[in-house]
């Protein structure tokens, strides 16, 4: 989905799909960056990639469209792939559509172009709907790396001998039990709401809002648990003979990504508020 010029603003895609009638086939013209796997998808295996196009640029939203562009089709390329702060084994990859010609079947859904009654395109209420599905599996990534990290600290400071004393008032608590116990409240808080966010999703339930929730709080989360976890360990945190720093690294494109911390805060205050679009701004 992401472009240039298109990034949390998905309804900027300039990306086009135009269907040439005589061959009964799309012809894709566009960029798009960040692709999660794109290298693997397109180059190193017989895979495939999603790529959101708009056949009509006049209907804004109304005209976006998901088409499946397959491993080895012409006028697909991969053009680089990023050399990143972290997930470093997963590649990221820029990906150009030139005349690129995909069958007729490969678009996702129906072509027409069509508004719904709530005012909403279906188009981009397809895009979203996308999204409601993978923010809870960014927060299940998240909240792995915050738990590894937990685990980490727990293990150190258990073979240091150096207990956690849970049950007493804050003031008698040690900087290191007040940290370990914060971030453990964290990690509890952002696990509840991703795990009802994929819930509902497994029941078919609308989960836009809580989606939007969990994958903000286990972005903060795991920011702050990951950077806490590194300064408790000192030298040992930063080391690179232990994994916290990559972790720490990793951490943070759960933040970024499938919806930036704040566009997430902003659909929240969305629905929770009933605001507009146009009142946030």
């Known amino acids: 989905m992401t ?31 960040f692709i999660t796997g794109g290298q693997r998808s397109m180059e190193e295996s017989d895979g495939l990639v999603v790529v959101w196009a708009t056949v009509d640029r006049t209907a804004g939203r109304a005209g976006m469209k998901p088409f499946v562009v397959e491993a080895g089709t012409a006028g697909a390329h991969i053009d680089k792939v990023e050399n990143k702060l972290g ?24 072509p027409e172009v069509r508004r719904v009654d709530s005012g ?20 299940a990534m998240a909240l792995g790396v915050g738990r590894a990290s937990l685990d980490f600290v727990r293990e150190v400071l258990e073979k240091e001998g150096i207990p956690i004393r849970y049950g007493l008032p804050r003031h008698k608590l040690t900087a290191i039990e007040r940290d370990v116990m914060e971030m453990e409240a964290a990690y509890k808080a952002a696990l509840m709401l991703m795990l009802r966010a994929t819930w509902m999703m497994s029941q078919f339930q609308p989960n836009s809002l809580e989606a939007s929730m969990a994958k903000a709080k286990a972005g903060i989360v795991v920011a702050r648990i990951t950077q806490k976890a590194v300064e408790m360990m000192g030298p040992l945190g930063y080391s690179r003979k232990y994994l916290l720093e990559k ?19 902003l659909i929240v205050a969305r629905r929770i508020l009933d605001y507009t679009r146009e009142d946030l701004k």
């Open 3 to 33: 472009e240039p010029g298109a990034g949390s603003d998905t309804a900027a895609i300039q990306t086009t799909a135009v269907l040439d009638t005589e061959t009964n086939e799309w012809v894709l013209n566009g960029e798009k960056i």
């Open 87 to 110: 997930i470093r084994a997963s590649d990221t990859a820029t990906l150009i559509l030139d005349n690129c010609r995909i069958p007729y079947e490969n678009i996702l859904g129906s």
């Open 120 to 139: 909403d395109t279906a188009g981009f209420r397809r895009a979203m709907a996308t999204f409601d599905m993978t923010r809870p599996i960014i927060a």
């Open 247 to 265: 972790w720490m690294r990793d951490g943070k494109i759960n933040d970024i990504f499938e919806g930036t911390g704040q566009i997430n805060m």
